[in-house]
T-cell receptor, first 116, second 111 residues
Framework: GAGVSQTPSNKVTEKGKYVELRCDPI?????LYWYRQSLGQGPEFLIY????????DSGLPNDRFFAVRPEGSVSTLKIQRTERGDSAVYLC??????????????FGPGTRLLVL | SQQGEEDPQALSIQEGENATMNCSYK?????LQWYRQNSGRGLVHLIL?????REKHSGRLRVTLDTSKKSSSLLITASRAADTASYFC???????????FGEGTQLTVNP
């Protein structure tokens, strides 16, 4: 079956611009997660949705970052006034539920963002 | 912030040898998961071990968990060149919550 997909694969933008990164989770997965990974580091949590609502957004670094999941499926991570330090691979993951025995998070291929 | 610490940071072995990677963490956990990542892109889930489990096997993989020492190990037996990748452990403190990753072990298996 189809896994988690993310678009675009790569995004190059200029400092100060606005970007949107999209994530399509595995069909039927209610929980969706965003992580950010810098070179040579492990992924760091940004935000997690259960259905349409953000269950935990404590990982968002500042108010330039925002994410939505209006219909409980596709999610968009939005970054305003991008800075060079935002350059990283942005990873999306989904899981069947946010509890019980289906907590395995399945990751997409990521979007590599480069801010010039 | 990173909770887990993988050890070693890098490991180079010959095909056919076993590879052991260790992970330590700081807080109490619900689950511990191991992932593999090739070339800095998507992570592939390998195995999940629950806090009340001590050992788990999946094919050539063996994972142990010692909650008293807050540590886990991943053993890959009879390694292959295709096992070359970065390996990360990740923990969650409550069911289905955020994962906290370590910085990973870069494994190189030489043919």
């Amino acid at each position: 079956g189809a896994g988690v997909s993310q678009t675009p694969s790569n995004k190059v933008t200029e400092k100060g611009k606005y970007v949107e990164l999209r994530c399509d989770p595995i069909s039927g997965h209610t929980a969706l997660y965003w992580y950010r990974q810098s070179l040579g580091q492990g992924p760091e949590f940004l935000i997690y949705f259960q259905g349409t609502g953000a269950a935990d957004d404590s990982g968002l670094p500042n108010d330039r970052f925002f994410a939505v999941r209006p219909e409980g499926s596709v999610s968009t991570l939005k970054i305003q006034r991008t800075e060079r330090g935002d350059s990283a691979v942005y990873l999306c993951a989904s899981s069947l539920t946010s509890g019980g025995y289906q907590e395995t998070q399945y990751f997409g291929p990521g979007t590599r963002l480069l801010v010039l | 912030s990173q909770q887990g610490e993988e050890d070693p940071q890098a490991l180079s072995i010959q095909e056919g040898e076993n590879a052991t990677m260790n992970c330590s963490y700081k807080t109490s956990i619900n689950n511990l998961q191991w992932y593999r990542q090739n070339s800095g892109r998507g992570l592939v889930h390998l195995i999940l071990i629950r806090s009340n489990e001590r050992e788990k096997h999946s094919g050539r993989l063996r994972v142990t968990l010692d909650t008293s020492k807050k540590s886990s190990s991943l053993l890959i037996t009879a390694s292959r060149a295709a096992d070359t990748a970065s390996y990360f452990c990740a923990t969650d403190e409550t069911s289905g919550s955020r994962l906290t990753f370590g910085e990973g072990t870069q494994l190189t298996v030489n043919p």
